[in-house]
């Protein structure tokens, strides 16, 4: 497992390097869904094209196996409207599985497995899914 994540680490390094990632490498990292007003634009002004931000998935599977990503949507298409980019992190556990710590049982792996599946990376993630 550690092997295979520093593969990966060395991967995404290597790839930076190259500039595969059209020279906008540079990102931060946010806690917030709905920005105040002028956040983005400042944000954007500083030449930053990435930025990363948890996707908690206690806040999006509050009822077991209903999946609301408004919140997550609406960062989506504010993100893009200032072509920034969204590094997402699926991240934490949840209360309806393990005790809300981090999936364990098989129960809890194959919950987090839907939600992850259900998150659809891309951004677009659709408002509402079961």
């Given amino acids: 497992m550690l092997r295979t994540r520093w593969r990966f680490c060395a991967a995404v390094w290597a790839a930076a390097a190259a500039g595969v990632f059209g020279g906008d490498e540079r990102g931060v990292n946010i806690?917030?869904?709905?920005?105040?007003?002028?956040?983005?634009?400042?944000?954007?002004?500083?030449?930053?094209?990435?930025?990363?931000?948890?996707?908690?998935?206690?806040?999006?599977?509050?009822?077991?196996?209903?999946?609301d990503f408004s919140a997550y949507d609406r960062l989506a298409a504010t993100l893009a409207?200032?072509?920034?980019?969204?590094?997402?992190?699926?991240?934490?556990?949840?209360?309806?599985?393990?005790?809300?710590?981090?999936?364990?049982?098989?129960e809890g792996r194959a919950a987090f497995a839907r939600w992850a599946a259900a998150a659809d990376t891309s951004g677009n993630f659709g408002t509402s899914r079961t």
Avoid: S
């Fill in 31 to 67: 806690h917030f869904t709905d920005p105040r007003p002028g956040e983005m634009e400042t944000l954007a002004a500083t030449g930053v094209g990435w930025v990363r931000m948890d996707m908690f998935w206690a806040a999006i599977e509050r009822r077991r196996g209903e999946y």
């Fill in 81 to 106: 409207d200032h072509r920034l980019r969204a590094l997402w992190i699926l991240d934490y556990g949840n209360p309806h599985y393990d005790n809300g710590e981090a999936p364990r049982t098989e």
